[in-house]
Every structure is written in C-alpha cells, then in structure tokens.
C-alpha cells in the first residue's frame, strides 16, 4: 500500500496572481502529486487550512482512495462548502489523482475515459479595449490567429458615472452606471457586428452589475446581434430570477464561477436555466466533485466552460482540461497564454496552438512544479482596495 507521508503548501507568483500548490509525498521513493488549491483573494487562508488541518488527516492516508479521502475531509469541519477549505481539498484531491495517474503510467483523461477530442477550443480573454476601435483591433489579431470566440468589452479611463449624479460625500469606489453600461454594450455589439459580421462569436461578462430587470431589457436590446452567451447575468443570490430570464430571451446563459456547493447549481441545471457551467474547479473542491458535475450537466444538455483566467495554477488548468477531454458536453476552456516565468515554475503547462489548448500526454496530470524557480516569484498577497464597486448613489454593490 502506497501512503502519503507529507503534505507540502506553495504559494508563488510568477503571473499577475498568487498561486497555491499542493504536493503529496508519498511511501514511493520519486512519487509525489500536485494539486491547484488558488484562491488568490486568500491564499494565506488557504495554506493555512492544508498545513494546519489537512496535513494532518493525509498523513499515514492511503493514497488510491480518492473518493473516500475527498468525502472524508469535506465532511471533517462539520461546516463545509466554503471557498477557503474548499480549495485546500482541492489541493489534496487534484495530488490523489495526479498520483494515481503516475501509478497507473497514463495520463488522468486516460484513467476516467480517454479523449473524446484532441484539443479544446479556447474561450479567450482580449476582446476588451478602452475604445470600440481596440476592441475590434484586437479581436482582428486573434482572428488571425485561428481564434473565433469572444468576450468583449469596454475598459475605459473614462469615468463611466459622472460626479454630477453622485450624492454629496459620495465615498471613493469603481463608480458604475448601469443606463450607461447597457447603451455602450449595445452600442459595442453593434459596431462589432457591423466590423466583422455575423462570423465571430462574441459573449459578455456582465459580473452581474445589473438589477434583474435591468439585466432582462439589456437581453432584449442584445438579441439582434446574436450574442453566444452572457455571463453571471445576474448575482448568485438571486439565481431565482432565471426563470423570468428564460421567458423572455432566448440569449444562452452562462452561469457559477462563484459558486460552492451543490445547492447553488443543482436547480439551475435541472430546471434547464442555464446553457453553460462556468464553475472554478478547485472553488467547488477538486476534480473529484468536477466530474460529478460536469456528468449531471450532460444529462440535461448544459456545456461546460470551466472558469480559467489568470487566477489559477497550471495543474488546476491541467485538472480542468483532462476533464474537458472527457467530456462530450464540453464547449470550451477559458485560457490565456503563460508568461515566460509561469512556464519555468510549471514545466509542461497547458500550451496553446490557433484556436485550441492542449496538453501532454505525461502520466497525471503531466505538469511538474519547479519549487526553486517558484521561490524566485513569492506571493504578494491581495491588496485591491480600489475594487468596491458602487452604484450611482454611493452603495456598495458585489461586481
Ligand atoms: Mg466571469
């Protein structure tokens, strides 16, 4: 029986973000896995949890019961399914299957499936510009590098609420202003449209600055340029709001990289709400609870595009794409290309190639963690304190 015998916590920034890692050691002279654990707003949150808590329950532990280990340590605080210790099982999990991939010489797409297509279509970032002109300039470079898929948006230094509508005292904040954010996404969808056609796929992430109804008439005013999807259309808190979403638009939503636990995504997919699930691997606990759901979405017809931005490691990139390769309702991977630095952390990342992503076929999850080279790039912690966002009066609103 091959056991673990140390737990080890990572926390480096070789990119724009704190990334934490896990690696299991085990009984095996030379054998060890990784797992993604990043949640960068609280990494320091998560390390602990692994070092302090987890640690200790994987010492001993026998490293082929994945499952068992999975239910056992969500289930060990009694209170569950939050993101700090949500990400540290993830850590573990991700290194257990990792582990039983090396063991096992194939790569885990392999060992849950085998590929059920080469490479993955990338939902990229980049559709975004500070003019109407860049976004459209930059969607022509990636169009001609293969890319067809879009996010699109507006990042403008000008301020998009005026001081003449904000009360006297109005606090300091990322000052939103809904009627104007829906004249410039329409007014976008339509200059884009007009630039390059019907041909490009363009999607938006609404990081749900809109009051429901609000976000309803933005629906409307959108379905002449066919969009493919809008994201986070509304908060999660008010996930209900769906069904009036769904009678009166026809526009596929994409919904969950803030979600935890079962609860918040299991009616969105039964009650065929949603069209894409676009939830954080290791925010949810792993690959272990990943595979579950991205089982229950092709039962009702509901695509996966698991969340990547920047924001997570190489192995949870890994993690996500083996299950994409798997999937037969997988429609894309967010992913954005690695700086030089992350590469050398990483050896065998996730590389892209036209309008695909893909990875190796090593045992595992194929991606190694170089600790030397990760030392050179320490954590910086969080600090965005400019990142509130405020409605027009002044109130705090989550975007
Ligand atoms: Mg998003």
Not at 115 to 136: A, D, H, S
Not at 241 to 246: G, I, K, Q, S, Y
């Amino acid at each position: 029986m091959v056991t673990v015998t140390d737990v080890k916590s990572f926390i480096t920034r070789p990119g724009r973000s704190d990334l934490v890692v896990v690696k299991l050691e085990t009984s095996e002279p030379g054998l060890y896995g990784l797992g993604c654990a990043t949640f960068t707003q609280r990494a320091l949150a998560v390390k602990t949890a692994v070092d302090e808590y987890l640690r200790p329950m994987m010492i001993g532990r026998n490293v082929a019961k994945i499952e068992d280990t999975w239910q056992q340590l969500m289930g060990s605080s009694y209170w569950r399914n939050g993101p700090v210790l949500n990400n540290a099982l993830s850590g573990v999990d991700e290194a257990l299957w990792d582990i039983k991939g090396k063991m096992a010489g194939m790569p885990v797409y392999d060992l849950v499936g085998g590929k059920c297509r080469e490479g993955i279509l990338i939902l990229p970032g980049g559709g975004r510009g500070k003019t109407f002109e860049e976004v459209g300039d930059n969607i022509e470079k990636k169009l001609a590098k293969g890319m067809n898929f879009f996010r699109v948006g507006i990042h403008s230094d000008e301020p998009i609420c005026p001081d003449s509508l904000k009360p006297v005292g109005a606090p300091a904040g990322n000052y939103i202003n809904p009627k104007k954010s829906a004249d410039q996404y329409v007014e976008l969808f339509k200059y884009l449209r007009e630039r390059f056609g019907d041909e490009p796929e363009l999607a938006i992430d609404i990081h749900e600055r809109f009051t429901p109804t609000e976000a309803i008439a933005l629906c409307k005013r959108l379905e002449l340029y066919r969009p493919y999807f809008l994201e986070d259309l509304l908060q999660p808190e008010n996930v209900d709001w769906f069904d009036n979403v769904r009678q009166n638009t026809w526009i596929p939503m994409a919904m969950g990289e803030l979600f935890n636990n079962p609860l918040e995504w299991k009616q969105l997919i039964t009650g065929r709400k949603i069209d894409f699930i676009r939830v954080h691997i290791s925010q949810i606990g792993g690959f272990t609870p990943a595979r579950k759901l991205a089982a229950l979405c092709e039962a009702f017809a509901v695509q996966t595009i698991w969340h990547g931005p920047g924001d997570l490691s190489p192995i949870g990139a890994a993690a996500q794409m083996h299950l994409d390769l798997v999937s037969p309702n997988c429609a894309m991977q967010e992913f954005s290309d690695y700086n030089d630095a992350t590469k050398e952390v990483f050896p065998g990342a996730p590389e892209s190639k036209g309008g695909y992503v893909y990875v190796n076929d090593k045992p595992g999850w194929g991606v190694d963690f170089n600790e030397e080279a990760a030392a050179k790039y320490p954590g910086q912690g969080y600090n965005n304190p400019g990142f509130m966002s405020r409605r027009p009066d002044g109130t705090a609103v989550r975007t």
